[in-house]
Structure formats: C-alpha cells, structure tokens
C-alpha cells in the first residue's frame, strides 16, 4: 500500500493557500494513498504495445458547411435587455486600474 504523510498534506494545501482542519488532512490523506494505490497498480499492466492517446473513445469530427440564414431580430435580441440606448446595450462604465499601468 502506497502511503502518503499527513505532512505532505498539509504542505501541499498550504502551497494551494488551502486551510485543512486536522479531520481533514486525515481523511485527505487516507483519499491520497488510496489513489496512489490505483496509479502502482496501473504501473504494473504491460503497454509497451498500446500507442499513445488522448482518449480511449473514436473520435470523428462532425463537420457542416456553412450556410447563410437570417439572424435573430432586433427587437427579439434586446427584449432582455435591461437598460439600452437606441439599438444598442447600455452597459455601466467599467474602468479598473492594471497593475502596473
């Protein structure tokens, strides 16, 4: 069994700005093991003859031609619209300092 310490929990969280009860870091840790259990177990099944892949399902891509058809109206687009001004959105100004700018 693949054992992961309460210390690496904890260094780890702390690092992710993560703050763990001791109930936590216990119960994590237990989690932990029981997947790096899983991984050494996948480290012992032979792939030297299975290429690589992203995924283990058939990928096809669906492709269309593009075809022109109407846009939604006008009216339809801005009936939600909370605030407009003539055919457009009216939006609050929003100007936020960058840092260093």
Do not use: C, H, W
């Not at 992961?4 to 216990?26: F, H, M, N, P």
């Not at 932990?32 to 891509?61: F, H, M, Q, W, Y």
């Amino acid at each position: 069994m693949a054992a992961i310490e309460g210390s690496v929990v904890r260094y780890v969280a702390d690092l992710a700005r993560i703050a763990l009860t001791d109930e936590e870091v216990e119960r994590f840790t237990k989690q932990l093991s029981v997947v790096l259990d899983a991984v050494g177990k996948l480290r012992e099944v032979d792939t030297a003859a299975i290429p690589p892949t992203a995924s283990v399902l058939p990928l096809d891509n669906v492709m269309r031609e593009d075809e022109v058809r109407p846009g939604l109206p006008l009216e339809d687009a801005m009936r939600n619209a909370p605030a407009r001004d003539g055919d457009l959105f009216r939006v609050q100004t929003v100007i936020e300092e960058r840092p260093g700018g």
